[in-house]
């Protein structure tokens, strides 16, 4: 499984950027798909999470201004973020939680990562 994610790069404060989160490989179920960031120095921290079905949750930080939206026929889940300020400039890292199946059957949850994409917000 691959988790591929786009729509990195550079925007002025108050702009707006998506950013594209695609898995693909055999996959039989994703349940929740996310987004985290983290900045030069920092941990790494939750920005919002949707589940298959359920409620959606953001960081209090990006709440009001990023919308976090997912295409369950294409393993998409996509970040909407608007009114963009410098401090959301980090790595932006894409997770979900994704059965598989294989020969013999089906796997067992597992997280996997996106390979992180670079947000930088100039003021």
């Known amino acids: 499984v691959q988790l591929q994610a786009s729509g990195g790069g550079l925007a002025q404060a108050g702009g707006s950027l998506k950013l594209s989160c695609t898995a693909s490989?055999?996959?039989?179920?994703?349940?929740?798909m996310g987004w985290y960031r983290q900045a030069p120095g920092k941990q790494r921290d939750l920005v919002a999470t949707i589940p298959v079905g359920g409620n959606i949750r953001y960081a209090d930080s990006v709440k009001g201004r990023f919308t976090i939206s997912r295409d369950n026929a294409k393993n998409t889940v996509y970040l909407q973020m608007n009114s963009l300020k410098p401090e959301d400039s980090a790595v932006y890292y894409c997770?979900?939680?994704?059965?598989?199946?294989?020969?013999?059957?089906?796997?067992?949850?597992?997280?996997?990562w996106g390979q992180g994409t670079l947000v930088t917000v100039s003021s």
């Open positions: 490989g055999r996959i039989f179920s994703i349940n929740v």
């Open positions: 997770n979900a939680d994704i059965r598989t199946y294989y020969s013999g059957g089906l796997s067992s949850n597992q997280i996997y």
